[in-house]
């Protein structure tokens, strides 16, 4: 592809020749004036507010904040939303990270630096607080600055220099329902001189979980839905999975449990389940297995973290710099135990002793589940280790025409290791044996094979009487745990130019030129007793996974053109032009050029008005390329297969389509999964080559057009809002399960070989394993606009106030799913919540097959008080309403079952939620301390109930909304 582009801006650059001197600008009195560079150029100016929209977070607003991690300040940003993981998720988190998702977009369209350099593991989690002078967020595309993943923004954090003296603070906190604890401490300390400064701190925290049960909102699985045959009623439970079994009556057995709705039978508690026509009931919904109990609202964690920031003149125009930083965290998810059965890969002999139903159990034959309480609850312990380092050379120099040069040489470091131990897992193959033949001895002990060849070191095990002393035995000794590890390694070798070309009328004219290279390795090692096999299970029967190992390198370089056109002229105080492009060349799939064009204008001094174009991409990781089969548990609302035939020799006219392969010709069918509301027991999801799918770049482009206004007359105050716009096609994403059914009944035959369906006996038709892959597929359009305004009022006897607004409203955010081709559907998320099973959800860029919400409306609101040694702050957080399902046929999520046409065009709406934040400080300055008091989530706000059916944690959304309650804390700082 040609570099043309590029070429052309840098040939300025080749013309002048070097001389040195200091870094500095000056105005027309000769004063020197500092230049910097904001996040989103390269370009070294003296003006703060350029095109780029950028909202900041200083480190008044860090150490005020009684947030217990970085990554929880930065997502309550009005800019933030969609699905983003956070310590509340619990199912789908547990590793102690926080996620940043711009504009909706994903975690994976948002570019994380620090110091304007990537930052690997992308963790603002990671980052010790102590470290940071002020958080940058740049609100639109910057890929032609940055390279891939910058779609949505960036999110920069610029380390504290020059820092002299030494600091230590505590803090600690506590919520209102005496839970979730937190504990923390910071040291730093720095020296300064004129030929440099190295700061270094440690910093430590703990958090303590807290389980589902302590709160009123959370403390059940509470499902609210309907079937074909029955009417929408409310149940507390939520999963048929329980330790009395989940059993689907054999044909010889039909007879003695006459009038069965569910077609399921479940053991009495107290029976032995030895015999059939005493020890089962038909099963119910309050035979549903309330997981939420011992499930978790904050998932447990522990960080400890150093950091060295230094800096060293070498002489007067060149230093050398370093900076790094470590941090280790441990941390841990709890959901309920273990699954068991035929879907999960155990198998019953029909001749086993405890079998009383005399017919085999296994994937296409016969049907149980239950779930293990014996074993505990499944968890996983994270123990992470994040390093970043960044080190280099820079320094300044001037040219024959007197202009200023800055030069720096680079290199970028970083590594994340995660070590996972999973506990609470039975090895199947252990108990598939226990569960083979086995009869009565004449010894009176049950012993495993059959007279005359009896199994040595086998104890027989009854998988329907888990309760049984035992069968706890036998579970107790066959629990396995595992163990998994991830490496990621990415280096950057980089080199930088940026300085003045020569003079215009209307200032400097301005080049950034500069290149890179960058590697990326991933390298995963499983446990042998998690490896996923061809059928999506593994020997523990869950958290099942694959090994990858593999990399790619890409070689960039850009060039930004900064130039002033007018001056200083009538209705033309300032008109600035910035153009930019960037070439990047992967060896995984080739080449791309991303480009941007960005206006400033002001009329007056006053009024800046500014709009930037930018062409954005991303590359597919390691792990969208190569990554292997790992175990899912997707949810679907509907199988297009499905029909309700008058009489049984009825064919079903869906039976002959390639996504229905297997389901019964003639007759009524249904899947089970839709119309029990229950998760698919045998899903993976995969990298684009396990499952033969091609994979590329995601390419779109970028808008935003704003207006900025400072009036001299009002000293303080600054108002601002951006018009923006992004759309993006060829979408990397992993395609649902429930897209997955819908493209291939659509006519898209490519994703029909990721269906496999029973194909005879009761449970014909039903899914029994289906494949997620990654691949390129869909747009994106999502656009709003931006309010921002801040007001510093003048001082008066009762202190200085200071007031500030950040809103952003979502005009739209538009899904299509295939576009240009029959199974295409467009999908309207603005102002909607996309229940977990959902297609919409199934479609929605960065969920996971999880949940999404995004309400058109977001903000914040601050209130500062300040009076001599006393300060004060107040804090609100607005999140719009919103709506669950929708009239529309096209939109309807089916937030309340589906299957009968009564459960179509269903919706609930959820008023807005508001939060409230007040903090207290007083400066001892002769004792040089401060102490901060403050309580976030004053009014104790509960999160809206959407209910475990639509939901994957505590009935809510743990990505948008306070888990925790009303929370106390408390910090000290003193400073030596």
């Known amino acids: 592809m040609s570099v043309t582009p590029i070429a052309a801006l840098a040939t300025f650059g080749l013309l002048v020749a070097p001389a040195f001197a200091q870094d500095a600008a000056q105005d027309q009195s000769g004063q020197k004036l500092e230049t910097i560079t904001v996040t989103g150029s390269n370009i070294r100016r003296v003006d703060i507010e350029t095109s780029n929209p950028v909202v900041t977070i200083d480190r ?18 009005p800019a933030v939303t969609g699905p983003n993981t956070n310590p509340q998720v619990n199912n789908g988190g547990g590793t102690g990270s926080s996620s940043i998702g711009l504009r909706g977009l994903g975690s994976q369209r948002t570019l994380v630096l620090i110091n304007g350099h990537r930052f690997l593991s992308g963790d603002p989690n990671a980052i010790p607080a102590n470290m940071v002078e002020r958080i940058e967020v740049l609100t639109d595309g910057a890929s032609s600055v940055y390279g891939s993943d910058a779609i949505a923004g960036v999110v920069n954090f610029i380390l504290r220099n020059d820092y002299q003296g030494a600091e230590f603070s505590t ?70 999975r329980s330790p009395y079994g989940h059993i689907l009556i054999p044909a010889a057995f039909k007879p003695d449990f006459p009038g069965c709705k569910s077609g399921y039978i479940a053991r009495n508690p107290g029976a032995s389940g030895l ?20 499930n978790l609202v904050l998932t447990p964690q522990e960080r400890t973290g150093l950091f060295l920031n230094g800096n060293y003149k070498l002489t007067d125009n060149v230093e050398a710099y370093l900076s790094v930083l470590h941090n280790k965290t441990s941390a841990a998810f709890q959901l309920a135990p273990a699954l068991f059965g035929s879907p999960f890969g155990a198998v019953v002999s029909k001749d086993n002793y405890y079998n009383p139903f005399h017919e085999d159990f296994k994937d296409k034959a016969g049907f149980f589940t239950t779930r293990l309480e014996s074993l505990g609850n499944r968890r996983a312990q994270t123990g992470r280790n994040d390093d970043q380092a960044s080190t280099g050379f820079k320094g300044s120099f001037t040219v024959w025409n007197e202009q200023q040069w800055n030069w720096d040489i680079g290199y970028d470091y970083g590594h994340a290791t995660f070590q996972t131990l999973t506990l609470a897992l039975p090895n199947v193959d252990k108990l598939n044996i226990a569960m083979g033949p086995s009869f009565l001895d004449t010894d009176g002990i049950v012993k495993c094979g059959k007279p005359g060849a009896i199994i040595a070191n086998c104890t027989p095990f009854n998988p329907f009487n888990v309760q049984d002393p035992n069968s706890v035995a036998v579970l107790r000794a066959n629990g396995s745990p595992g163990v998994s590890n991830l490496f990621l390694k990415e280096t950057v070798k980089r080199i930088d130019l940026n300085g003045g070309l020569f003079e215009l009328p209307a200032g400097t004219m301005q080049l950034a030129v ?45 060039a930004e053109l900064f130039i002033p056109v007018l001056k200083d002229l009538p209705f033309a105080h300032a008109l600035n032009v910035t153009v930019g492009d960037r070439f990047s060349k992967y060896s995984t799939f080739g080449s791309t050029n991303n480009s941007k064009i960005a206006i400033e204008y002001r009329p007056i001094e006053d009024l800046l008005l500014r709009g930037t174009v930018s062409k954005v991409f991303r590359a597919p990781t390691v792990t969208n390329i190569f ?34 392969l297997g389901v019964p010709a003639l007759g009524s069918f249904s899947n089970e999964n839709v119309t029990q509301a229950t998760q698919l027991d045998n899903a993976i999801s995969s990298g684009a080559k396990y499952a033969n799918f091609p994979i590329g770049p995601e ?11 400072d009036p001299h007359w009002l000293e303080g105050l600054s108002v601002s809002t951006d018009i923006w716009r992004m759309y993006l096609k060829n979408n990397i994403t992993g395609v649902g399960a429930q897209s997955v059914i819908d493209l291939c009944f659509g006519g898209q035959t490519r994703y029909c070989p990721l269906i496999s369906r029973v194909t005879s006996g009761a449970r014909q038709g039903q899914i029994q394993l289906l494949t997620q892959p990654t691949t390129n597929l869909g747009r994106v359009d999502v656009g709003g606009v931006d309010f921002a305004g801040n007001y510093r009022l003048p001082e008066t006897a009762f202190g200085r106030f200071k007031v500030g607004l950040n809103a952003t409203y979502m005009k739209r955010y538009d899904v299509e799913t295939a576009p240009g081709l029959a199974a295409n559907s467009v999908y309207h998320y603005a102002g909607h919540f996309m229940n977990f099973g959902s297609a919409q959800a199934s479609a929605c860029p960065g969920a996971g097959g999880g949940i999404c919400l995004f309400p058109r409306w977001r903000a914040q609101a601050s209130l500062g008080w300040q009076m001599g040694p006393f300060d004060a702050s107040w804090a609100m957080r607005y999140i719009g309403r919103f709506r669950m399902g929708s009239q529309a046929a096209s939109q309807d999520t089916h937030p309340y079952g589906s299957g009968n046409p009564s459960l179509d065009g269903l919706f609930t709406d959820f008023g807005a939620t508001v939060y409230n934040d007040v903090q207290f400080g007083y400066n001892l300055e002769a004792l040089n301390t401060r102490i901060d008091v403050g309580i976030n989530n004053i009014s104790d706000k509960q999160p809206p109930f959407l209910y475990a059916n639509n939901t994957l944690n505590a009935n809510t959304d743990p990505s948008d909304f306070d888990l925790l309650g009303r929370y106390y804390f408390a910090r000290l700082t003193v400073k030596f």
């Open 171 to 240: 803090s600690y906190g506590i919520s209102d329902h005496d839970d979730g604890t937190s504990k923390g401490y910071q040291f730093t300390f720095g020296q300064s001189s004129d030929k440099g400064s190295i700061m270094a701190g440690v910093s430590y925290k703990k958090i303590d979980g807290v389980l589902s049960s302590h709160r009123s909102f959370s403390k059940n699985a509470v499902s609210r839905s309907g079937t074909t045959s029955a009417p929408i009623q409310t149940v507390i439970g939520g999963s048929t």
């Open 60 to 77: 008044a607003a860090i150490a005020k904040s009684g947030k217990l991690t970085l990554g929880d300040l930065v997502q309550q940003l």
């Open 699 to 709: 390419f779109g482009k970028s808008f935003d057009f704003g207006v900025v206004y």
């Open 627 to 660: 990554g292997g089969a790992a175990a899912a548990a997707p949810k679907i609302s509907r199988d297009p297969c499905a029909f309700n035939a008058p009489t049984p020799t009825t064919p079903n006219p869906n039976a002959s389509n390639p996504a229905c």
């Open 275 to 294: 015999n059939v026509a005493t020890d089962y009931h038909c099963y119910t919904d309050s035979d549903k297995y309330n997981y939420a109990t011992v």
């Open 514 to 558: 500069g290149a890179n290279y960058r590697t990326e390795y991933t390298n995963s090692a499983v446990d042998t007793s998690l490896v996923t096999n061809s059928l999506g299970r593994c020997t523990l029967g869950s958290q099942c996974a694959s090994a990858l190992q593999g990399g790619y390198n890409v070689k960039e370089a850009y």
